[in-house]
């Protein structure tokens, strides 16, 4: 007596237990997915979708205010100078992040260029109004880094890092190739 493979009983079992445990983890994957898609709609549009209050903004402002400073910069320091130079680096790296890690990791070094080139600021003679806007743009980067650590992105992408530390999260993450979510602190 042939029998049809499709017929076999325990081949049978087998292709519907791999189909359950193939469609679970391709579940999984798509579920870690949506929530790390709504913790990259915090960083790009804010909390309340708009756009108007979001991380995405304040790196922006970060980066405008490091051009400002160059700016400022050329009129008492030499384009070779190191500080200049850290400064100059550091925002190409901003601007060609691509990615929230990159950006995070990138805003962290404007942040201490626009630092080191204050200091070397400091040590010249500037002008009335280049003293007061060195010191303004200064702290707007200090202020935008303080409003990105209060932001409402962070209490999400730490729900989202919560979310996906466990078992089996983490597997389909992984599987999914979705990284966890960077905090801006």
Do not use: H
């Not at 325990?10 to 898609?37: H, T």
């Not at 400091?122 to 200090?142: F, T």
């Amino acid at each position: 007596m042939s029998r049809s493979v499709w017929s076999n009983e325990k081949f049978a079992a087998f292709c519907m237990a791999a189909l359950i445990a193939l469609s679970s983890a391709f579940g999984g994957v798509l579920s870690v997915n949506r929530l790390y898609a709504r913790v990259e709609r915090a960083y790009e549009l804010g909390e309340d979708g708009t756009g108007s209050f979001c991380i995405a903004n304040d790196l922006s402002d970060n980066a405008a205010a490091a051009a400002n400073l160059l700016t400022v910069a050329g009129r008492y320091l030499d384009p070779s100078d190191a500080s200049v130079r850290a400064l100059s680096e550091a925002l190409a790296d901003l601007r060609a992040a691509d990615g929230i890690a990159a950006r995070q990791s990138a805003n962290l070094k404007v942040t201490a260029a626009v630092q080191g080139l204050f200091d070397a600021l400091g040590a010249k003679a500037l002008s009335a109004d280049d003293e007061r806007y060195r010191q303004s743009l200064r702290e707007n980067v200090l202020g935008n880094n303080d409003k990105m650590s209060r932001d409402p992105y962070n209490t999400l992408a730490s729900e989202y890092n919560r979310k996906v530390a466990g078992f089996p999260a983490t597997v389909f993450r992984t599987l999914g190739g979705v990284p966890t979510a960077v905090l801006f602190r």
